[in-house]
């Protein structure tokens, strides 16, 4: 089980280009969410999914999309990635069932460089 | 506004005992977590707590008061590899966690 994906690892972007991080679960979560870590601050939240079909905005939207087409994959979208986007982004997902903590699990993270 | 406060670093000797602190004001509680993160790699769960009073893991505990709106994470017999940033996130109203920025933990020999 290899539990949450991200690909790439790492990406050098040059400003004004397009990008989509990928991420992708196997531990049918139905919440999924995408954060962006930068020195100093904490996590903070660009826009989650509670189910598939439903997307929602975090704290930090503005240059990204998202969509949820099914429930094991949650792809981000830079569409004019610029330098202040620079920064390490984490997928994460929950069981949202109600059951139980609702614990969130990361995936290993994409180091993106905007240049 | 939302605020999740926590030392920025702390600095302990290996095989003794640190208390990493968290306040928090927030629109609503829904539980608390603790998170490890060792350098370049992903948050790691640690514990959740929504009821006040400790929960105890092996060498890791967790506290939370939350009339006082403070938890604390304990960690006992310390290790080299619990060298490491902790992360405090609170669940809000809305069911989003919001996070402090984290205390980097020394661990020295």
């Known amino acids: 089980i290899a539990g949450i994906t991200q690909a790439p690892t790492s990406q050098i972007l040059a400003a004004g280009r397009r990008m989509t991080l990928r991420c992708t679960q196997d531990m049918r979560h139905n919440a999924m969410y995408w954060y962006r870590q930068d020195l100093g601050l904490g996590l903070r939240l660009i826009h989650y999914s509670n189910t598939a079909g439903t997307t929602g905005k975090g704290e930090v939207p503005d240059g990204y999309s998202v969509s949820r087409a099914n429930t094991d994959d949650f792809p981000l979208t830079l569409a004019s990635a610029v330098p202040s986007q620079t920064s390490v982004y984490f997928c994460?997902?929950?069981?949202?069932?109600?059951?139980?903590?609702?614990?969130?699990?990361f995936g290993p993270g994409t180091r993106l460089t905007v240049l | 506004g939302q605020n999740i406060d926590q030392p920025t670093e702390m600095t302990a000797t290996e095989g003794a005992i640190v208390q990493i602190n968290c306040t928090y004001q927030t629109s609503g509680f829904n539980g608390l977590f603790w998170y490890q993160q060792h350098a370049g790699e992903a948050p790691t769960f640690l514990s959740y707590?929504?009821l006040d009073g400790l929960e105890e893991k092996g060498r890791f505990s967790s506290f939370l008061s939350r009339s006082k709106g403070y938890s604390y994470l304990l960690l006992k017999e310390l290790q080299m590899k619990d060298s490491a940033s902790y992360l405090c996130a609170v669940k809000d109203s809305n069911y989003q966690l919001i996070w402090g920025a984290g205390t980097k933990l020394i661990i020295k020999p």
């Open positions: 994460a997902s929950s069981d949202r069932s109600g059951s139980g903590t609702d614990t969130q699990y």
């Open positions: 707590n929504v």
